[in-house]
């Protein structure tokens, strides 16, 4: 029995292993590296190019053909409230010059369609804005036309709807051409109703 303690004795004593601790072998292994991708600035390459000056005043002195054209729709509106046509009196003199010259609107129309709209070395922002308002100047005559056929009368039902068509037309005008002419100005396409559509099919 006194060998077994001796025999105890003469055994070495091993170290037992040491783990490492989950938490500080994490935290020994290098973490992988991430590069960021520069991502190239967008508003550095976009330059804006503004519309140069000459385009602006070939585009807004279009509209003033549909609107000289399209003052006579007014007249009702007028008759009934004079106070209406006090900010066109400044255009009287211009109107009369314009009106006093033969066959003015005809050699202003294929004028502006020949010299710009058909002409490759103007931009494509002048011509849209000529030819968009030279389709709203033939669109213009359409109810003159409309009205000598159907002769709808001087007096009673008929002249009440000739004055109310006549009137909706005028406001409808007067709207487009300062639509255009501020949107010219600041170097803007504008988008006149129906008229856009068949003039942008004409510059494809």
């Known amino acids: 029995m006194a060998s077994i303690p001796l025999l105890r004795l003469s055994l070495p004593n091993r170290p037992s292993p040491i783990l490492p601790h989950p938490l500080k072998s994490t ?14 600035n967008s508003t550095t390459k976009c330059s804006y190019t503004p519309t ?6 070939i585009s807004a002195a279009s509209y003033f053909i549909p609107f000289f054209n399209g003052l006579q729709y007014g007249r009702f509106l007028f008759a009934k409230y004079p106070l209406l046509a006090a900010p066109f009196e400044p255009l009287i003199p211009l109107l009369s010059l314009y ?10 129309f294929f004028g502006l369609y020949l010299g710009v709209v058909r002409n490759p070395s103007f931009s494509r922002y002048a011509r849209f804005n000529a030819l968009q308002a030279l389709v709203l100047d033939v669109l213009l005559v359409l109810p003159v036309l409309l009205q000598r056929i ?6 009673g ?10 009137s909706g037309l005028f406001l409808f005008v007067v709207a487009c051409f300062v639509y255009g002419l501020v949107s010219s100005v600041l170097g803007k396409t504008p988008y006149l109703p129906i008229v856009a559509q068949a003039a942008g099919r004409q510059l494809e």
């Open 99 to 108: 009106h006093s010259v033969p066959y003015a609107s005809f050699v202003t």
């Open 150 to 155: 159907v002769s709808p009368g001087r007096t």
């Open 52 to 57: 140069p000056a000459t385009d602006r005043l």
């Open 27 to 40: 935290l020994r292994t290098p973490l992988p590296q991430f590069r960021l991708k520069s991502i190239p």
């Open 157 to 166: 039902l008929g002249l009440k709807v000739t004055a109310w068509a006549y």
